[in-house]
Every structure is written in C-alpha cells, then in structure tokens.
C-alpha cells in the first residue's frame, strides 16, 4: 500500500497558507513530492482542506490506487468521512473532495500525529515561501532527504 501524507502551514496576518505532501510506498521510497502557496485562505483547517484536495488530484492524475492519506488535521479527516453532507462555510471543498473519494478506488483517509509527518511539512513550508507549484517525482528534493530518512525511523 502507498502512503500519501500531506500537511499544510498557515499565517493569519497574512491569510494566505503553504501545503505540501509527499507519496511514499511500504518501504518509504519517494514517488510524489508537492509543495504550493495558497493565497486567501481563512484558517489552518482551510489550508488543511486544500492540501487533502490536491493531495487526491494528484493521486487521480497518476491513476494511482490502494493508498492512504494522512493528514494531522483530524478536524479535516472527519469532516471529509461524514456521511453527512457539509453545509460549513468550507463545506464545497469538504464535498468536492468526498467527490474525488468517490471517483478513486482503495483510498482511505487517516489522521497521522504531526510527529510522523516530516517531509510533508517540510514543504508545506516550502510552499508556503514559493510563488511557483513544485512537484517531484520519483527523486525527493535535496532539501527533503533528511526528513523522509526520519519519517522512515520513526
């Protein structure tokens, strides 16, 4: 099974935020890496949303399947598993990305403590201090390396 974890980075005075997330296998090599700025966002749950989503449409590109997404925001995780449908002030992006879920195959959605989850928030804040959308495939960035070798350890 492949593991998608994503975490996001948020500035009030600034409303605007940074997500980022990294696609791994069993063994905790590199596939995907992202790492964008989200202008005009109104909280750290909202950055959250965003980077779940991203995380997913990227997985939908690849058409890849049998993964599980983890995120630290368990407010996020719940919100997208209701059953019930989101009528929040976010609920859009809360049912846009149910609507992917129902689109993919083999995709569950977890909460993950922040501990576990290095790299991605490596570069949330990476994305956060970009102007431009970076991802990486199948070679992490330099910068990347050390927290996915103690994501692996931990």
Known sequence: ?????????????????????????????????????????????????????????IIQALGITNVALMSDCLEAVKAVTADDQDFSP?????????????????????????????????LAGFGFDSNIHMEWFFQAPEYGLDALQYDLII
Do not use: W
């Open 1 to 57: 099974m492949l593991c998608l974890n994503v975490d996001g980075a948020y500035v009030p005075s600034l409303q605007q935020g940074g997500i980022g997330g990294v696609l791994h296998n069993e063994k905790g090599e590199f596939i995907v890496g992202f790492a964008y700025r989200v202008p005009n966002v109104s909280s750290a749950y909202h950055t959250e949303l965003l980077d779940i989503k991203s995380g997913l449409e």
């Open 90 to 122: 976010l609920g859009t992006i809360v049912e846009e990305i149910k609507g992917l879920l129902g689109e993919l195959h083999s995709i569950g959605i977890h909460h993950a403590y922040r501990t576990a989850n290095h790299v991605a928030h490596r």
